[in-house]
């Protein structure tokens, strides 16, 4: 009876084992996509910027709609107008978007270019007045911010072409290599706590 009892548990805990393993492995696989769909978009920048693009304007769009939706159902609410003027806000956004992409680029663009810039400025000007323990890196930090802006800007706006795709796919690659570690390091774990 005790060793039909742990033969069951031990069975169960192999099953747990084995579904955490295949959702990590899933993890780890999508990771794997997006790597491959960030190096493509660091190949085809002026694509993955039109993608990009395309998605933000249904973002923007289908956003718009769910907002009008619930505002028609709060109706009741004080709430009401700010909700329809934010939807119909949104929904015009998306609808530009869609129909003008490349404009939307270099209007983007542009806004990147000038937090950059502002962004470099005061991390410069921060790191030198405070002179904290993180001086060196504030300091790295601001210039390079600075560079990049000033770098966008002396290009634009051919530089929308390839920025907005750019840091796309880089945060692809990113969030991919960081799904993979997350899948092979929880397969990993579990093995350990399975062989115990």
């Known amino acids: ?12 805990r192999q099953g747990d084992a084995a579904k955490l393993n295949r959702g990590f492995g899933w993890i780890a ?16 920048t002026a694509v993955a ?16 709609l769910v907002g009008l939706l619930h505002a028609v ?9 700010l909700g329809v ?3 119909a806000l949104n929904i015009a956004a998306g609808v530009v978007v869609i129909k003008t992409p490349e404009a939307a680029a270099e209007a983007l663009t542009m806004f990147a270019a000038l937090l950059f810039l502002t962004g470099g400025v005061f991390r410069l000007v921060g790191s030198l007045v405070v002179r904290g323990p993180q001086f060196g890196w504030t300091l790295v930090q601001g210039a390079f911010g600075l560079l990049l802006g000033i770098l966008v800007l002396a290009t634009w706006p051919s530089s929308s072409q390839y920025v907005i ?22 397969r990993r774990v579990v093995g350990m706590v399975a062989g115990r």
């Open 73 to 81: 159902q709060a109706r009741q609410t004080s709430f009401f107008w």
């Open 165 to 186: 795709g750019t840091f796309f796919s880089l945060s692809l690659l990113f969030d991919g290599l960081g799904l993979i570690a997350t899948g092979y390091g929880g």
């Open 1 to 12: 009876m005790a060793r039909s009892a742990r033969s069951a548990g031990t069975a169960g």
């Open 85 to 87: 003027v934010v939807a």
């Open 29 to 44: 696989v999508l990771g794997v996509i997006l790597v491959v769909a960030g190096l493509i978009g660091l190949v085809y």
């Open 49 to 64: 910027t039109l993608t990009t693009m395309l998605l933000f304007g249904w973002l923007l769009l289908v956003g718009g």
